[in-house]
């Protein structure tokens, strides 16, 4: 096993790949104790048969540069793949500002070719490479030097199997005519927005069933101030305080320190010192804002008025049709997407490009009640009416 600890080697292995038409990449990370992901390890490996065509790559060598896998990553001669991307792609951009391109993800493929809701890396691999899957290094603690040599074959076998994993599904997409279908995937994970956070935003993710105007205004302030601490300290959100001392804060409006030692739910250390001033100055800028400025709860999706009868047959349709194309229910569509279509939204994602050739048109004539539902034995059939 071959690991990279210089620039130099690591842009030798590159040239290298950068002659193959495919590159398996993969990364072992740490996020727990900080805002964004501490890169441990990269796994890579090309089509070969050699003792060099696997390589770990060990960034916390010193002097290492990853700039030779950056360029690699924006070489469009050459296809990245990855399984389950989103979250390698994070630490390329975030670290490098560089997203891969061209860029094949197995889970999303898999997905694709009918291989279930979440398709695996344990199970692709069992299921198309054959082989047994070692998961006694799964929970390592990947920043400790030096790794065992069990950590790095377990780390290695990431990226060999993946190129057997690979060559499969992307000969079945070809044969089923849905390599447009994956793009349309890839498209979204490498759009940069989706690794951008924007502290404005933050409060979107919140899960909260009021519908005051005042309450979200605090929670946007207090969300967007958590957001930017955690960003500056580089520190996870729940250090800051967690969502539900959020919305007890918003609730409560608190304006002093005093207020603050009054929450059951906020830490200890928030309630002095810079976050607390953080979150008083949050609390006062949301009383401030005017309400024609107030956050606009029809975006929200827990704001829409959703017809659950209707919701109940779109989810059938949804399971029939997904069966009949071999795809995975989710990909298609999520439970939210199709409240969002019941409520009668017509601008979510599986209205449009292949999800609306699958399903989205039904949807909407299911909606408009152009057709119905039939049960003929274990089938599910559309039915003009």
Known sequence: MITITTTEDLAEFCERAARHPYVTIDTEFLRERTYYSKLCLVQMAYAGDGG????LVDPL???LSLDPLYDLLRDKSVVKVFHAARQDLEIFYIEGGVIPDPLFDTQ?????CGFGEQAGYETLVRKIARQPVDKTSRFTDWSRRPLTDAQKAYALADVTHLRVIYEFLSAELKKSGRIKWLEEEI???TAPETYRIVPDEAWMRLKTRTNSGRFLAIARELAKFREEHAQSRNVPRSRVFKDDALLEL???KPKTESDLSRSRLLLREAR????AKGILDAVARGLAVKPEDFPKVENRRDGIQVNPALADLLRVLLKAKADRAGVAQKLIATASDLDAIAAGQR????LRGWRRDVFGEDA???CEGQVGLAVRGEKVDVIEL
């Open 187 to 189: 498209q979204i994970l």
């Open 250 to 252: 918003a609730s409560t």
């Open 347 to 350: 601008d979510g994602l599986a």
């Open 52 to 55: 060099d065509d696997a390589v």
């Open 108 to 112: 999303v493929a898999a997905m694709v």
């Open 272 to 275: 002095r010192g810079d976050i």
């Open 61 to 63: 060598s010193n002097g």
């Open 364 to 366: 909407l004539r299911l």
